[in-house]
């Protein structure tokens, strides 16, 4: 079967399963020790970054489970875009340590360095051999019991079936992943939210918009992916600047929680379109942050994209909140675009070039982005130029057309 001929049925074959049981509240962490025990783990490694350990987030967590006599081994040296050598290293902790379970407490990072930790405590080989690609073996084993504690409210990872890990040596970005992959277990407790600095509430606020957005428009789009994505947006639109402003705002960080993890739902069966394949394709080759990379694309993506789907840019613009009743599709769709461009500028959110990518490898950048997969499902077609034309307005080379 061609791969033309394998995505088209791929498109008339929708699945949508929640593997991972969802568990949210104020101070809802204090029940973590309870729910791993529960899971059958007596052991577990807690996988975070040396920031939020540093920062003493990771102590009501290591509290929870001491209290329920479950054994803490630390392995707390995650970096952003994780790549293979962290993943080895950590399973062999792991492995040397006799553990039994997982718990991430971070960003996506933390998250998906778990997912790959997992594969390779299940699997033979490294979490390399399980690629999503043809090429590759799928997952034969259910990971280890693992509980994601989110700490930004932006990838969605504790709900996703996917982990996103670097391979140095190529340079490259994959996926690993399906139902075998995903948490056991996550808790969303707001109050962990609460030491996310302004910039990293932006640029994670955004990325799970840009989850719901890529996801509502894509190809793939279908009935319980359209639900989760459209309240994704409008919790963000309502929460985000609230949570941007004032960081211990309860309410705003509940609500940009809930707006992540369903926006991470709406991404947990399928792709998601061209601003991820750009700044998944990007992370392997220029250190960026993903979210904040994201960020700085989504107002270029959604002016290329919205004539492939205007009906729905229209419904996203009111869950923006604007109100359309009496624009045209069109006009809604464009407005939709606009507040984007807004909510970026409001938000702080640095430029590519800012971010320390060279505006003069357009080429470069947009060759690797057509060969991610998440460019198909697109709701626009792409081609080489396209992406380069979505590149220059990214570095305002190219003039505006909403």
Not at 70 to 91: C, D, M
Not at 178 to 185: D, H, R, S
Not at 273 to 286: K, T, Y
Not at 297 to 318: C, H, L, S, T, Y
Request: glycine fraction near 8%; aromatic fraction near 6%; charged fraction near 20%.
């Amino acid at each position: 079967m061609s791969m033309h001929m394998k995505v088209e049925s791929m498109m008339n074959y929708h699945t949508f399963e929640v593997p991972t049981a969802i568990k949210h509240g104020i101070g809802a962490i204090k029940h973590l020790g309870e729910e791993v025990k529960a899971l059958g783990s007596s052991k577990v490694l807690l996988v975070t970054d040396p920031g939020i350990y540093k920062a003493g987030v990771t102590k009501p967590v290591e509290a929870s489970l001491k209290e329920a006599g479950v054994e803490v081994v630390l392995f707390n040296n995650v970096e952003p875009n994780p790549p293979t050598r962290l993943i080895a290293e950590g399973s062999n902790v792991y492995t040397e340590n006799n553990c039994d379970g997982l718990v991430a407490v971070g960003g996506g990072s933390s998250m998906d360095t778990a997912k790959a930790i997992g594969v390779e405590a299940t699997h033979e080989g490294t979490v390399l051999d399980y690629e999503a690609a043809e090429s590759k073996k799928p997952l034969e084993n259910r990971i280890p019991p693992l509980a994601t504690i989110p700490t930004t409210a932006g990838t969605g990872s504790e709900v996703t079936q996917w982990a996103v890990i670097t391979d140095e040596e190529r340079e490259y970005k994959f996926n690993t992943g399906g139902p075998l992959i995903a948490a056991y277990l996550t808790i969303i407790d707001p109050e962990l939210h609460t030491s996310m600095p302004p910039h990293v509430t932006a640029m994670t606020g955004i990325d799970a918009i840009a989850h719901a957005v890529e996801c509502y428009t894509m190809k793939y789009a279908q009935p319980v992916t359209d639900a989760v994505a459209l309240l994704a947006i409008e919790y963000a639109a309502t929460y985000i600047r609230r949570a941007f402003a004032d960081g211990a705002d309860l309410e705003a960080r509940y609500g940009m929680a809930q707006a992540a993890m369903l926006a991470g739902l709406s991404y947990g069966s399928e792709s998601a379109g061209a601003a991820h394949a750009m700044s998944q394709s990007l992370g392997g080759m220029v250190p960026v942050a993903h979210g904040q990379c994201v960020a700085a694309m989504m107002g270029p993506v959604m002016e290329f994209n919205w004539k492939g789907a205007p009906g729905r840019f229209a419904r996203i613009a009111q869950a923006f909140g604007i109100n359309t009743a009496n624009m045209t599709t069109e006009e809604a769709a464009k407005a939709a675009v606009t507040y984007m461009y807004d909510l970026v500028e409001e938000l702080e959110v640095p430029s590519l070039e800012k971010q320390g990518v060279d505006p003069t490898q357009v080429e470069r950048w947009a060759n690797e982005a057509l060969n991610d997969p998440q460019t198909i499902g697109n709701p626009r077609d792409l081609t080489l130029s396209d992406y380069e034309w979505i590149y220059k307005r990214c570095f305002n080379e190219v003039p505006k057309t909403v």
